[in-house]
């Protein structure tokens, strides 16, 4: 029996686990709890460790499956993944959510975190939510994608649909496996997995304020537009919320002035009482937080940018 391996990575809600399931022939393996922080806003479950499914191709090869969880604060199993379960991994794909604010960030994230992986695999990028948000298309990604010296296969696919996943597995594997009926193949997980059309349809939808305040330690939150506009806020102190709104300002005085720490996107006020005040902006907007001082920042900050990168700014104008 010839073992074939593909590692499966990406955002949050980018459809790693979906598309494991559509392929595989066992009942997958997966680490999902309820999510209790800005995942919420996307769905109830998230993956915490790992993804694992298997597909047989025929009597003589098979493929493994694995995906790494979306969130960075579960980066160890990325390594352990990597290096241990699919070090020996044939390829990797890159999910990647076009419905995020940035997919290229998303891309660029990745592949820096995965670069020495990517140095003996082949990577395939696979689009997601195209049906949902259009843009970026096709050709915007090759472009980016030639501008990031990235030279690579981009694929727009419906992660719910076996006949689309099936797709990105016949492109890595076709190459070392050549005997491989891919139509019965795909038959057969037509008839056994079906397709289904709710993937998309959000399970548990929260606000942007109820998504922050969900996080253990902020106290309050505040999201301001382009021109430090209050789009809403729980934070009925207007000293803090004028306070907030400088703050943001600042970002830009800063940058202007020290040029040599890049664009600065976060300010962070601590002092001895209780709360700690920060700024975290993404071009056009920025998320205000109240927290208790106990709290991480850098999990504070990542949290920040996921919830920047979901928001839509007509979602809080009502």
């Known amino acids: 029996m010839k073992d074939y391996k593909i590692l499966f990575t990406g955002s949050v809600c980018s459809g790693k686990t979906t598309a494991i399931r559509s ?24 993956t915490i460790a790992m993804d694992y499914g298997v597909l047989d191709l025929n009597s ?3 493929v493994h499956l694995y995906g790494t969880p979306g ?45 020495d992986y990517l140095l003996k695999r082949r990577l395939i990028i696979a689009v997601t939510h195209s ?13 980016s994608l030639k501008n990031l010296g990235i030279m690579t296969t981009v694929m727009f696919i419906d992660a719910r649909d076996p006949r689309a996943v099936l797709g990105i597995v016949e ?31 959000p399970l548990y939808e929260e606000t942007l ?5 969900n996080k253990r330690g902020v106290l309050g939150a505040m999201h301001l537009g382009d021109e430090q506009e209050i789009l ?24 202007d002035k020290a040029g040599f720490l890049g664009k600065v996107n976060n300010v962070v006020l601590a002092g001895p009482e209780v709360q700690t005040l920060s700024v975290f902006n993404d071009k056009n907007q920025s998320l205000c937080l109240c927290s208790d001082r106990d709290i991480s920042l ?19 104008l009502a």
């Open 209 to 213: 304020l109820d998504a922050a305040m």
């Open 23 to 46: 392929l595989s022939d066992i009942e997958t393996l997966d680490t999902d709890a309820s999510a209790s922080d800005v995942t919420v806003r996307r769905k109830k479950n998230t």
């Open 60 to 62: 003589d090869a098979r």
């Open 171 to 201: 492109e890595l594997i076709s190459a070392v496996e050549r005997d491989i009926d891919w139509d019965r193949v795909c038959d057969r997980l037509l008839d056994n997995n079906g397709f289904t059309l709710d993937f998309y349809k």
């Open 131 to 143: 049906d949902v948000e259009p843009s970026p298309d096709y050709q915007e990604y090759l472009s």
């Open 232 to 255: 809403c806020s729980n934070i009925d102190d207007k000293p803090t919320k004028n306070l907030m709104r400088n703050i943001d300002r600042l970002t830009d005085a800063i940058s």
């Open 71 to 115: 969130q960075e604060r579960f980066r160890f199993m990325w390594e352990m993944l990597a290096c241990e379960f699919a070090h020996d991994a044939i390829g990797m794909v890159l999910m990647v959510d076009n419905t995020r604010k940035d997919p290229f960030r998303d891309i660029r994230f990745y592949a820096k975190e995965f670069s």
């Open 298 to 316: 850098p999990v504070l900050k990542q949290q920040a940018s996921d919830l920047l990168q979901w928001s839509i700014e007509n979602d809080y």
